[in-house]
């Protein structure tokens, strides 16, 4: 969804495909953090709350704080069920 906007550019086949693994970076981060919390919840559960955390403070310097919402609020609510999780869990994996 964050990547589509790379189709309009008009840049060609290659800087196209470029583009896109350029736009999608943050979601293979997120992807490997996710990969991460489902094998270790409490730990995963930190990193998704310092992604949020770091997303809210680098979006709250845009023109448009909202934004800092709309991104670091789910990454802050993916970590503490993470954490909640770990913590319900022992640490032990089912």
Known sequence: MFALDV???????LGTMVALFMHLIPSFI?????VL?????????AIFL????L????????PMPVYAL?????LLVIGALFIINGVA????HT
């Open 7 to 13: 189709f309009e550019g008009g840049y060609g086949m």
């Open 30 to 34: 997120l992807l490997a953090c996710l």
């Open 37 to 45: 919390a489902w094998r270790k919840p409490a730990i995963g559960g």
């Open 50 to 53: 310092a992604l949020g955390v």
């Open 55 to 62: 997303f809210t403070i680098i979006y709250l310097k845009s």
């Open 70 to 74: 709309m991104i670091s609020v789910p």
């Open 89 to 92: 869990k022992g640490g032990r």
